[in-house]
């Protein structure tokens, strides 16, 4: 492949195409005449010229047959099936285990999001520093190295050593450039755990209501999930003795997905203590810990690990963009080689130009300044989040997990569970995203019997925020009187 999109088809062929098709179909049964070439260029809106070459092809093909002064026909010998089978059934394709498993999950909706959306992962494109990155892509551009290769699964060296210094800046972290591994998000580093740490049957703890899209990951692989509820402080460790061994727990410690509860100092040594004592690894998965508008962000679960068992997970998707597709993994030294090699077979490696820029970004200052920047203006889009929540819902609704991150959870206390899909339906017609947090609990059973929304407010700016928040009270009050 040259890189460029495939060149269309020449007009002659794609009507020549078509014919086929028709032939085959039966519309133009053998020994039926065609329209003329004149009809057809005029029907086609082409040159006459377009519509010979097309019949000129067919006939040298055996399609067509023509006597001079008289109309193309289909050739009087073609049998049903000797044309391209456009109809003919392919056998079904053979689905593995892992296939299987995957669709029987249920996929993320993918309808488009309304005017206002408060759809949780999206960023400002606002926000994004154009200027800053720019810069650091031309800097890479004009190194114009002498050769253009692979390199190491694991990342540049540099990007290695750029993110080796600010997790110790920013999240307190130590560790060696030979644990690091960049990735294309955590994503990529989440299916890198299960590949590697994870067989079918194992069991897998996960935070209920938790990330659906890592639950994906490790139940494709085949894991006997094992949802353990949360509270304010995260992870109810407490109930793991009663569950037995597993092979993997996933958690979010510095902010729960979605409720955003900290995993307290007392749970995160007994979760660490549960790890060694069965041999599981921890997946830390620290997707926005940069953002907390409370205090200083809490410190990673990797730095009290001493016995090797976490593994860290890291993103520039709530930092940049998700659209960069780049994270990074922090793997305990016995795990490094495994990772490297499950990168290398996966895609090689993370693209080079991107990694480059982002290692100039965070070696020269730039990455941190935009994220100061970054946090003012969702700390901005979060105020007037909760104003507005408060402005049009009053006692009504019930904010959790607002501290850090970039979103929330509104609970309405006095709506019943079964509601959220109407809410999320009645607010689309109105032109605004809601998310309900129901898909995201494992155990339905288990859930408060109260609607909550997932807001995520990092897409939109203040002025939608409010505006769309006063929509969807008129949605909900129109729809509530409506049903009532
Ligand atoms: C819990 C959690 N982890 C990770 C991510 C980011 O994933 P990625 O780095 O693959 O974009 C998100 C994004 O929404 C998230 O909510």
């Keep these: 492949m040259d890189g460029r999109s495939p060149r269309p088809l020449p007009v002659s062929a794609q009507i020549g195409t078509d014919l086929k098709a028709q032939i085959a179909q039966g519309v133009y049964p053998p020994g039926a005449a065609l329209p003329s070439t004149r009809a057809l260029a005029v029907e086609l809106g082409v040159s006459r010229t377009t519509v010979t070459a097309a019949y000129d092809q067919l006939i040298a093909e055996g399609y067509l047959e023509t006597r001079p002064g008289a109309r193309a026909r289909v050739a009087a010998g073609l049998r049903a ?40 992962g ?14 650091a892509l031309s800097a890479v551009l004009l190194r114009r190295p002498a050769r253009l290769g692979y390199g190491d699964p694991r990342g540049l060296p540099e990007l290695r050593a750029a993110l080796q210094a600010y997790l110790w800046r920013a999240r307190g972290l130590s560790c060696s450039l030979d644990q690091i591994v960049v990735v294309n998000g955590s994503q990529q580093g989440i299916d890198l755990c299960a590949r590697l740490l994870v067989d079918p049957g194992d069991r897998v703890v996960m935070e209920d209501p938790g990330y659906g899209a890592a639950r994906r990951v490790f139940a494709a692989a085949g894991a006997a999930i094992q949802p353990v509820p949360v509270d304010a402080e995260g992870l109810q460790t407490g109930r793991l003795a009663g569950i037995g061994p597993a092979r993997l727990a996933y958690v979010t410690p510095s902010h729960q997905f979605p409720l955003g509860g900290v995993l307290s100092a007392a749970r995160r040594q007994a979760l660490l203590a549960w790890a060694e004592a069965c041999g599981a690894t921890v997946v830390e998965d620290d997707y926005d810990g940069e953002y907390r508008f409370d205090a200083r962000p809490v410190e990673a679960l990797l730095s009290l690990d001493r016995a090797g068992r976490v593994v860290y997970v890291g993103t520039v998707s709530k930092t940049l963009s998700p659209q960069l597709r780049l994270g990074y993994l922090v793997v305990p030294p016995a795990l490094s ?23 100039g970004l965070l070696a020269g200052g ?16 979060r105020a007037a989040l909760l104003a507005a929540l408060a402005d049009s819902f009053g006692g009504q609704v019930r904010v959790e997990g607002a501290a850090a991150g970039l979103h929330l959870v509104a609970w309405f206390d006095r709506v019943p569970a079964a509601a959220e899909i109407e809410m999320a339906a009645a607010a689309r017609a109105a032109g605004v995203g809601i998310y309900p947090v129901g898909p995201l609990y494992h155990d339905a059973q288990a859930r408060p019997d109260r609607a909550g929304l997932l807001l995520g407010f990092a897409g939109s700016e203040p002025d939608t925020i409010r505006a769309g928040i006063r929509r969807l009270a008129a949605a909900l009050t129109t729809g509530a009187s409506a049903g009532s």
């Design 366 to 381: 730039g990455y941190e300044r935009h994220l100061r920047q970054a946090r003012r203006r969702n700390a901005g889009r």
């Design 81 to 120: 099936g000797q044309a391209p089978a456009a109809a003919a059934p392919m056998p079904p394709h053979h689905l593995s285990a892992f296939g299987r498993r995957l669709l029987a999950e249920p996929a993320p909706a993918a309808a488009p999001g309304p005017a206002i959306d408060f759809r949780y």
């Design 122 to 135: 999206d960023l400002s494109g606002d926000d994004f520093p154009v200027l800053a990155w720019r810069r």
């Design 337 to 359: 080689d495994a990772f490297t090699e499950a990168k290398r077979l996966a895609d090689r490696q993370a693209p080079g130009l991107e990694q480059a820029a982002l290692a």
